[in-house]
């Protein structure tokens, strides 16, 4: 099946400075993908859908100058946490839906990044 | 706004018995899907649904999906501590142009040896 990576897997920072993740789709190109987060023994929270070459749609609630979203390539998408504090650690994950799969496309997931915000 | 109901949310059975997990969404749909996570892991993909009575079978793992009820279930059969995981639902939501997918709040399973 695709393959969908992130980097990094796990970042620790400290209160204040901004954390990039990184998502991409490696075998097929993502015209879409989505930024998830996740607390510990919670379910996933849409954050944010990224279109290729245009602005992100973000959920109701989600900051967007606090969670920016950049998808620059039909296979990268980019999430920066900017003035990351510590309510912010939580795992993010991102997915992305292969266009060629037809009706029977599901979202490919990431492995997830852990963010710990000192 | 969608809702994705999952019941229950916490599950602890015997090895061998069967159980069915439930999933209602509140509003119409294209696809439902389920997920497996293994703690400290993402989620890996078990079945996609797409219409009414479709019914879909991997091992131990059946699913189905009635769209008149909202209602899709994954049925588990003679369990096995393999399956030890927590089995989420989620539904398509397509709105205006583009789609995204709601999570349902994780079904956490315990297989008892």
């Known amino acids: 099946g695709a393959v969908v990576s992130q980097h990094p897997s796990r970042v620790i920072c400290k209160s204040g400075t901004s954390v990039k993740i990184e998502c991409r789709s490696l075998?097929?190109?993502?015209?879409?993908m989505f930024w998830y987060r996740q607390f510990p023994k919670q379910s996933l929270m849409l954050m944010a859908t990224?279109?290729?070459?245009?602005?992100?749609?973000?959920e109701q609630g989600v900051e967007k100058d606090k969670f920016l979203i950049n998808h620059a390539s039909l296979t990268l998408s980019t999430l920066t946490v900017t003035s990351a504090h510590p309510e912010d650690s939580s795992f993010y994950i991102c997915?992305?839906?292969?266009?060629?799969?037809?009706?029977?496309?599901?979202?490919?997931f990431g492995p997830g990044t852990r963010l710990l915000v000192l | 706004e969608l809702k994705v109901e999952q019941n229950p949310l916490f599950l602890s059975m015997q090895e061998g018995k069967n159980y069915t997990i439930y999933c209602n969404y509140s509003?119409?749909?294209?696809?439902l899907y389920w997920y497996r996570q293994d703690p400290g892991k993402s989620l890996e993909s078990l079945f996609v649904?797409?219409?009414?009575?479709a019914v879909k079978q991997e091992g131990r793992l059946m699913a189905s999906l009635d769209t008149k009820a909202r209602l899709s279930t994954l049925h588990i059969t003679a369990a096995v501590h393999d399956l030890s995981a927590t089995y989420f639902c989620?539904?398509?939501?397509?709105?205006?142009?583009?789609?995204?997918?709601?999570f349902g709040p994780g079904t956490s399973l315990s297989v008892i040896p």
């Open positions: 509003t119409t749909s294209d696809r």
């Open positions: 989620a539904v398509d939501m397509t709105e205006t142009s583009y789609d995204k997918v709601i």
């Open positions: 649904l797409l219409s009414n009575g």
């Open positions: 997915s992305a839906r292969d266009p060629m799969a037809g009706v029977w496309e599901t979202q490919y």
């Open positions: 990224s279109n290729e070459g245009s602005k992100a749609t973000y």
């Open positions: 075998d097929f190109q993502a015209t879409t």
